[in-house]
């Protein structure tokens, strides 16, 4: 699993000064992306291939709360990949322990809005997320 740190910022916090439950789908989305980085292929490339990712699901378990300034790690991998369909799944910690668990699910969609098979038209990106896939499953 990649690590993505996040420091709470004051305006995500609520009137009782709790990082607010709404942003943990943007924390999501920034750890995705810079996992998506770190991997190779970026949303800038994925577009450029004509490839969109959807969201199509998004639960969360929250353990602990969190406050300004704490610092959430997050680790994201990939829960499952059906080479039309990617969940990702999300272990945020704070102070070394978890504050939230999470998953997104992800569709494969091409420029005009139809589904698209990674396994048949993006073999390289296929081939990734599966052996991240196997990767996650053995350990």
């Known amino acids: ?60 378990e929250y353990k602990k709360p969190t406050t300004y300034a704490d610092e959430i790690e997050i680790k994201v991998g990939v829960e499952s990949f059906s080479g039309v369909r990617c969940a990702f799944s999300y272990v945020m910690k704070c102070r070394g322990e978890v504050v939230c668990l999470a998953q997104s699910q992800h569709c494969f969609l091409n420029t005009e809005g139809r589904p698209i098979s990674l396994k048949r038209n993006f073999p390289e990106l296929c081939a990734l997320l599966e052996s991240l896939q196997k990767k996650e499953e053995t350990n």
């Not at 190779?40 to 699901?57: C, D, K, N, Q």
């Open 1 to 60: 699993m990649e690590k993505y740190i996040h420091k709470v910022q004051y305006y995500e916090t609520d009137k009782m000064g709790v990082t607010h439950h709404s942003n943990y789908v943007r924390f999501m989305e920034e750890a995705r992306t810079d996992f998506l980085e770190k991997i190779g292929y970026p949303f800038p490339r994925m577009e450029r291939e004509g490839i969109t990712s959807p969201v199509i699901a998004v639960a969360a």
